[in-house]
């Protein structure tokens, strides 16, 4: 796609983004759209579509991410209670069963909206654009795990330096009551 109609189709699609804008404090939902919007305009250079086919595409992932929602919402509660489980949490232990299910059945959803998503927005395409599509979706979901892999590094990492620093605040805390005489 040419770098003028790009700007003319980030132009168009951005007023259809901004109408459900989010209040400030709602990052994640911003964060959302601005994916979603990075993946409307990459998928629509890569598929070579006017500004009317684009806003069409844009439309149609923003009724499928809507469906992901619950969905993603679910993985990602049902993680924290395996993190929680794993790091010996007796209340999360209990719940791991049910936890591993619900995240093997929400990814199967998933999974099933990711090929209707695609069947939809390949259904008046040519073989090729279908491959292009095809191609693009993968390597987008590619990039989302790496995402969430280093979103999941850097809260970890997050805890880790969290319990440090407790465990810093408890030692100095029996320092200075050894240094006030209490054992």
Same mark, same amino acid.
Request: proline fraction near 4%; charge should be positive; hydrophobic fraction near 40%.
């Given at each position: 796609?040419?770098?003028?109609?790009?700007?003319? #189709?980030?132009? *168009?699609?951005?007023? #259809?983004?901004?109408? *459900?804008?989010? @209040?400030?404090?709602?990052?994640?939902?911003?964060? !959302?759209?601005?994916?979603?919007?990075?993946?409307?305009?990459?998928?629509?250079?890569?598929? !070579? %579509?006017?500004?009317?086919?684009?806003?069409?595409?844009?439309?149609?992932?923003?009724?499928?991410?809507?469906?992901?929602? @619950?969905?993603?919402? +679910?993985?990602?509660?049902?993680?924290?209670?395996?993190?929680?489980?794993?790091?010996?949490?007796?209340?999360?232990?209990? $719940?791991?069963?049910?936890? &591993? $299910?619900? &995240?093997?059945?929400?990814?199967? +959803?998933?999974?099933?909206?990711?090929? !209707?998503?695609? +069947?939809?927005?390949?259904?008046?395409?040519? @073989? $090729?654009?279908?491959?292009?599509?095809?191609?693009?979706?993968?390597?987008?979901?590619?990039?989302? %795990?790496?995402?969430?892999?280093?979103?999941?590094?850097?809260?970890?990492? !997050?805890?880790?330096?969290?319990?440090?620093?407790?465990?810093?605040?408890?030692?100095?805390?029996?320092?200075? $009551?050894?240094?006030?005489?209490? @054992?």
């Amino acid at each position: 796609m040419k770098p003028f109609r790009l700007a003319v #189709l980030t132009l *168009a699609l951005l007023p #259809l983004f901004s109408l *459900a804008a989010t @209040p400030e404090g709602d990052d994640a939902a911003r964060d !959302e759209k601005r994916t979603r919007m990075m993946r409307v305009l990459g998928l629509a250079e890569e598929l !070579e %579509l006017n500004e009317s086919q684009a806003l069409k595409l844009a439309d149609t992932m923003r009724q499928f991410d809507e469906r992901r929602r @619950p969905l993603a919402q +679910q993985v990602r509660e049902s993680a924290q209670v395996l993190r929680k489980a794993a790091q010996g949490d007796t209340s999360a232990q209990s $719940q791991v069963d049910q936890a &591993v $299910q619900r &995240v093997f059945d929400a990814r199967a +959803q998933l999974t099933a909206l990711d090929r !209707e998503m695609y +069947q939809t927005l390949a259904k008046d395409l040519p @073989p $090729q654009k279908r491959a292009q599509l095809a191609i693009f979706m993968a390597r987008h979901e590619g990039n989302k %795990l790496k995402l969430l892999k280093e979103m999941d590094r850097e809260g970890r990492r !997050e805890e880790r330096q969290k319990r440090m620093q407790e465990r810093l605040q408890r030692m100095q805390e029996r320092l200075q $009551q050894r240094g006030a005489g209490v @054992p």
